[in-house]
């Protein structure tokens, strides 16, 4: 078993930013990509984005002990790591960063412990969170609205990472990360 970073923040933090910079400066660390129940979304691929089950696959695979982890983080829609994806990555010698929901950050850093390093990217306020989840364009303002209320009570999970990083300043936050990743790396 290898090492693996973790990555949560409430939905518009910034977090995929963040993540998609570090794989580009660490080139050891290596994306897990998460099953999910839903559909794709725009140009999302299968296998790139993530691997998009049904939501009878989804379930056979809980039911196989396929998953890590898993979580219904929406009603009706699941995510999970699938224990395949673990290996394909540990067997290429590589790190694991995973960028997940929040309830499922903790739960992978309950279950790795001190071989996962949990990081919380915090957004500057709700306010902000809101406006960026409105300049996205993808969401109708009723979706806003439920990221925004997930996000508060998100917000309070915090504590239960290993480090917190307010995302307010973009170069400044990936500097943070970037560090705290070589630190635990090393």
């Not at 933090?13 to 794989?23: D, M, N, Q, W």
């Not at 290596?30 to 979304?41: K, L």
């Not at 994806?85 to 960028?99: A, N, P, V, Y």
């Not at 979706?143 to 990472?161: D, G, Y």
């Amino acid at each position: 078993m290898g090492k693996l970073i973790i990555f949560s923040a409430p939905s518009g933090s910034g977090k995929t930013t963040i993540v998609r910079e570090l794989l580009r400066r660490i080139p050891q660390l290596e994306f897990s990509i998460s099953a999910t129940s839903r559909a794709p979304r725009g140009t999302e691929r299968d296998g790139v984005d993530y691997y998009f089950l049904s939501p009878d696959e989804f379930r056979r695979a809980v039911d196989e002990e396929r998953f890590v982890e898993w979580e219904e983080v929406y009603a009706g829609t699941c995510y999970g790591t699938l224990r395949s994806e673990l290996d394909r990555i540990w067997g290429k010698g590589h790190t694991i960063l995973f960028d997940v929901d929040v309830l499922g950050g903790i739960n992978l850093k309950r279950i790795f412990g001190a071989d996962a390093c949990s990081v919380f990217i915090m957004p500057p306020s709700i306010e902000e969170l809101e406006r960026r989840l409105e300049l996205r364009g993808t969401d109708a303002p009723e979706v806003i609205a439920k990221r925004v209320a997930k996000a508060e009570f998100e917000l309070t999970k915090a504590p239960e990472f290993d480090h917190v990083v307010v995302n307010d300043v973009l170069d400044t936050a990936v500097a943070e990360v970037e560090r705290i990743v070589r630190d635990f790396l090393s």
